[in-house]
Structures are given as structure tokens and as C-alpha cells.
């Protein structure tokens, strides 16, 4: 045979295997709704008490992930060849020898008065009861170097949100705290309504925590004034304008939190030193108070559902790597103010302008199989026209969710892009999106549980977000970042 024809056919077979590299499809196969539904059915048990940020769960849990991350095929990418990226999280609390005495009366912390934030103070002053008053009525009012004592008021709040009594101190301290910063208060005294009667067993938990921060973010105790909260049935302590003495104390202690960290090294000689992150975060709210005899908040959709997810896609890349390398990152700590993600966009495991995107996934195994959001897929929101155009033709492919794109309105009343793992990301320039099946009425209670995940959803939600990744992945230019990209929040 012609030596030239065989090399001519020999290169043809290459040029023709190099293409079938190029245009290869992603591996869905190797995603199993069984390994989710078992994933979970391990990950949000109770065993693992609700995974709560700072505590040893938080480190039996992570232990947990590294050991399935191993075995799903990855190698460690977290700090000394390990698959964990510890920091520290700083943690703001008033401690049981804070003080308050109203005229004759000695209250009780956490019995008699709530504290809404974590502050240093030492007054002693004289209360003016406001009553009823508005914000924009104060100004009537002499509170210079004294402590305002108000009725809260759900006038002009906002009542859509989820959870909305748990939020409502938050919403009447915010409708509040700057008119009496500026008029001089000393404190703000609130005295509760019908809805924050209710509220006062929710965010009692919350409350006795403190407040939570990381390098850069809450690391210092605030120079806020006070806000406290007393019940109605009391209000006759503050209605006469008595004596106040308050004194609060508060402490900061360090926890440690971690995140887990994998990869799945990429295939092409230079494009395997370039990243694909996937990310979710592996904790959540550990034990509080009880809601239909349960104490144990779980966390199955928020977030073991990206968690599981995440495993998944690790099994298909182990069998089909793409040409970039994926990193993998269970974030700790988001639930006390996306603390891990912040740390990790700080200190990446890897070089910044290595990772060519973020795709976040929280809360992606509920409601409606054929409707999810993808956030950060319109402005202002859209920090790259590229990532997005790959997850719609991903969803396009196969999945076909319709969006739910008023969940990515700066004017939705969550604010939910702004709540995720992804956020740090987007700020320092990376593009990010965020994969959701949105909330649900089991959302941050004890019933967000494994028999409670809408499997067949969970399982499309998986799907869309690796066929995206696998894109990203693949193509040879990464997406770019929109010009002048700048969030309203």
C-alpha cells in the first residue's frame, strides 16, 4: 500500500479523534438519582445534629464530606495536602453578667429583655416613651443622650419575606435605628407587638448566639447603640420616663470553620491549570427551638441538596474529566453570613485569575420539577454574558426549566442573589451564577428533612448545573466579565 495514503488516512483518523475530543458529550449517565437519595438520606441525618457553624457537628460533618469527596475521585486541594481550608470565625456575644435596671426594676437577660445586637455600653440615663410615633416623629421629641422607648409597628414593613416573624425585630430595628442614631438615643428601647410576640421564641436562639464574622467582615464588636426588646405586659416600665441603667458586656471568641476542598484535574495539557469552581456550603442550623416536636434543624435542601449534588458531578468528571480542571468547594459557615466563601474568595486554594467561573448551587431540591431561577442571569445581577448563555444552552439541551427571573429582581423582596455562597466571587470579579429551586414553607425549620426532597427535581437540578460546567469546562475561550460590572447592594 502507498505509504503517502496511509498517512494520509492515519491523519485523518487523528484529526478526526482530536474533533471527537472537542465536541465529546457530558457524561450524565454517571449521575445517579440513587446516589443522591443516599448521599442525602447520610448528609442531613441526625446524626450530624444540624451541622451548626463553630461546633464539633461542623467538623464531624466535614470529615464526613472528605472521606465521600475521596471516593467520589478527587484528590485534596485544601491547605498541607488535606481536603480542609480552616479559618476562623469570630463570634460577638453579650454574656450573662450585662445588666439592665429600669426605675425600681432589676430585668432578667433573656427572660425580661432581649439585646438584638452584640455591643459594649455603659448608660445611665433617663427613657423617653415615644408611644406610637412614626420615625419621622421623633424629631418632636428630646432624645439627645437618652434612651428612646417605642411601640413596634409593622406600618410601612415589608411583610412578603419568608420567615417574616422570625425577620421582624430585624425590620423594626432597621425602620428605627437610623432616625434615632441621628437625633442622639443612646439606646432604642422596643416594646413587642402581635407580631413580635410571636417572633420572641424564634429569634431567641439567634439572639443568645451573638453575631458572627471572619477576616475583614464583623471581626470587631460594633460601635452601635443598643436595641433592646421588652414584652407588652412590661410596657408599663418604661411609660413613665423612669431612670435607665444598662450595662452590656460582650465578649468575642474565636471557632474554628473549614472548608472542603477538591479537585478533578482537566485533561488538556493548559487548560487543566484553569478552574471550573462548583460550589455549595455543607452547613446550617444545628439545634433551636422546637417546631412540630422537632429541634434538629437538618438542612436537607439547604444545603446537603448542592452538597450531594456536588458528589455527583465529582463520580461523572472521574469518569470523563473535561479539559479544565473542576474545583469543588463545600463552603462552611454560610449560614452565619457566607463566611467561608468569603475566606476562600480572599485565600484561594488556587490563583484567583485561574478560576474562569463559579457556579453556585443553594437549596436545589424543591418545588415544581419543571420551573427553577437561575440568579445572576439578568442585570443587574449578570456579571457575564458567556457563563449565562452556557447555562441556558445547558438548560435548553435538556433540562428545560422554565425561570423563575423575577427571583433575580433587584426589586424581589428576598434580595436572594445576594445570599449565597457565589456573592464573594462576584464581588472580586469572577464570573458567578447561582442555581435554586427558590424557598419553600419547610425553609430553615426542622422539617427541611431527606423524605421531604423532591428527588426527580433534585436529580435536573444536578444535571444542569454539570452539563453547564461541562461547557465551561470545554470550551477554549473562558467567559469573560461584563465591563463595569457593579451590584446595587
Known sequence: MNKNYVFSILSI???????????KK???????????RKDMYELAADQFWGREAGTLDELKVSMWLADKAKDAGMKPAGDNGTFFQFFDMYRHQVIPQ????????????????????PVNAAIDTEIVYAGNAEPEELSKLNIKGKVLAVNASDKNIDKEMTLFVRRYPGFVRTKYYSKALELGAKAVIFIT?????????????????????VEGLREKITDNIPVVWIKRENSGWVKNNPKIALNLITETYKYPSV???????????????????????????????????DTIYNGADDNASTCVAMLAMARAYKKQPGKRSILFVFHGAEERGLLGSRWHAAHPVVPKEKIVAVLNGDMIGRNDNNEAALLG?????????????MAEDANNESTKFKYLKDWDSPNHAEYFYFRSDHLPYAKIGIPS?????????????PQDESENINYKKLYKMTEWMYR????????????????NFTLER
Open 259 to 293: 472548608n472542603i476542598i477538591g479537585k478533578i484535574e482537566g485533561t488538556d495539557p493548559k487548560l487543566k491549570e484553569e478552574y471550573v469552581l462548583l460550589s455549595g456550603h455543607q452547613d446550617h442550623d444545628g439545634i433551636r427551638h422546637p417546631v412540630k416536636n
Open 468 to 483: 453547564t460546567s461541562w461547557k465551561v469546562a470545554n470550551e477554549a475561550e473562558r467567559p469573560k466579565v461584563i465591563a
Open 193 to 213: 407587638d402581635d407580631i413580635s410576640e410571636k417572633s420572641w421564641v424564634e429569634v431567641l436562639p439567634q439572639m443568645t448566639r451573638g453575631t458572627y464574622g
Open 98 to 117: 450585662s445588666s439592665l435596671k429600669i426605675g425600681n426594676s432589676s430585668l432578667k437577660l433573656w427572660k425580661d429583655f432581649l439585646v438584638a445586637e
Open 377 to 389: 442571569g439578568i442585570a443587574p445581577h449578570k456579571n457575564s454574558e458567556e457563563l449565562v448563555k
Open 433 to 445: 451564577v447561582f442555581f435554586t429551586s427558590v424557598l419553600h414553607d419547610q425553609y430553615h425549620t
Open 13 to 23: 483518523l487523528l484529526f478526526s479523534l482530536g474533533n471527537a475530543q472537542n465536541y
Open 26 to 36: 457530558p457524561l450524565v449517565s454517571a449521575i445517579k438519582e440513587a446516589d443522591l
